[in-house]
T-cell receptor, first 113, second 110 residues
Framework: NAGVTQTPKFQVLKTGQSMTLQCAQDMNHNSMYWYRQDPGMGLRLIYYSASEGTTDKGEVPNGYNVSRLNKREFSLRLESAAPSQTSVYFC????????????FGPGTRLTVL | RKEVEQDPGPFNVPEGATVAFNCTYSNSASQSFFWYRQDCRKEPKLLMSVYSSGNEDGRFTAQLNRASQYISLLIRDSKLSDSATYLCVVKPNSGYALNFGKGTSLLVTP
């Protein structure tokens, strides 16, 4: 099992460009999450999907959209990247219940110039 | 006030030492508690859940004090491989979000 995989690992964008971060899990988990991690800020939840077909906003959703493509895949889209979106993005998944352990992907390091 | 607060450290300790980290949380209705470990430029990984009665996993002991709203992690006989950032994580009583502390940095030296 690969667990949670993310692509790309690194990305540099110019202000105003768009891109989609991909995430997939092979653990048959129901719930998936997108976080961002900034120096001195800790991890903050952007969006989550409690189950296939549902998505909800987290703490910092502005500037992002998500798609739960199927049970395995959960993508994060930046429509018009801004320098403030320079961060490390982690995708995570859990079985489904809110108290379950979350398993994280290796992260995408995004720089917006 | 941030929901989960930790001393960022760094804690520099020699091999074999015992070190303890504390974490405080603001939401008294929080439901679940965890310690995650994050190595430099890597993803967070669950170290252990924290139960009301306290729990131990090898050299690691976690304690929860609901009355004072703090969680602790004790590491005995520190190893070089314990060097990492330790994240205190609290799950509120509703919703799916986890609240992460900013982490405590530990460096174990020879």
């Amino acid at each position: 099992n690969a667990g949670v995989t993310q692509t790309p690992k690194f990305q540099v964008l110019k202000t105003g460009q768009s891109m989609t971060l991909q995430c997939a899990q092979d653990m048959n988990h129901n719930s998936m999450y997108w976080y961002r991690q900034d120096p001195g800020m800790g991890l903050r939840l952007i969006y989550y999907s409690a189950s296939e077909g549902t998505t909800d906003k987290g703490e910092v959703p502005n500037g992002y959209n998500v798609s739960r493509l199927n049970k395995r895949e959960f993508s994060l889209r930046l429509e018009s990247a801004a320098p403030s979106q320079t961060s490390v993005y982690f995708c995570a998944s859990s079985v489904g219940r809110a108290t379950d352990t979350q398993y994280f992907g290796p992260g995408t390091r995004l720089t917006v110039l | 006030r941030k929901e989960v607060e930790q001393d960022p450290g760094p804690f520099n300790v020699p091999e074999g030492a015992t070190v303890a980290f504390n974490c405080t949380y603001s939401n008294s209705a929080s439901q679940s508690f965890f310690w995650y470990r994050q190595d430099c430029r890597k993803e967070p990984k669950l170290l252990m859940s924290v139960y009301s009665s306290g729990n131990e996993d090898g050299r690691f002991t976690a304690q929860l004090n609901r009355a004072s709203q703090y969680i602790s992690l004790l590491i005995r006989d520190s190893k070089l491989s314990d060097s990492a950032t330790y994240l205190c994580v609290v799950k509120p009583n509703s919703g799916y979000a986890l609240n992460f502390g900013k982490g405590t940095s530990l460096l174990v030296t020879p």
